[in-house]
């Protein structure tokens, strides 16, 4: 059911993601948000610079994808979507679980500040935000993303992060400023 993905499920990604990120809309602040949300030519990119998707499928058709994508000394879980009609079935934990077995390295996820959703579905899984001032940094290190998005993102880490780097946990969740 899970498999990793090829250059033959390029557009099937970009539909999923681009289907998927709809529940963004609204949601994210306005300037964040643009039609689609993913270009074909930014997908591409993220690929070329090393995110492996991996793909949740049923019968013949993919309706989940998840990339993963090793940066320096830890491994980031890039682009989590699962098709708006097949959510909340246990596609995206099973990706999830899949691709932190992939690696030895510690996992962090970033995700908007207001997708609470998103944090929810990574706390379930174990991952915990790091603090304000931790996740800026991290983004800064591990990630390429704008300033803007770096503002409205926030980071979690999956538990093998915090033997590796202990000082990042947040107390409160309502100690990011960011956090609507
Ligand atoms: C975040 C996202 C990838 C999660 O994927 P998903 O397949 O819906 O996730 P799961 O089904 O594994 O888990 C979601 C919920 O379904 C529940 N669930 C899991 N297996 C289930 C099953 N077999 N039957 C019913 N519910 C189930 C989970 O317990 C969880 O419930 P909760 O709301 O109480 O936490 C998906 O919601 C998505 O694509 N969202 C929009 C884009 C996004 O926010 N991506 C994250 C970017 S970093």
Redesign the pocket.
Known sequence: MIRACDDADFEVIYRIIND??E??KGVIPADCWKEPYMAREELRHEIEEGAEFWGYGQGKELV?I?GIQHVQDVAL?R??????S???????????LALTQKTTCPIL????AA?N??I???E?HGFRLVSQSEKDRLLRKYWSIPQRQIETSVVLAAPNWFPYHATGLSRRHDDLAVRK
């Open positions: 998927a990120a529940a963004y989940g998840m879980i682009h989590a979507y699962v098709r708006t097949s959510r909340n079935r246990g596609i995206g934990g099973a990706l999830l996820v970033g995700t908007w997708a959703w998103a929810k579905f990574y379930k």
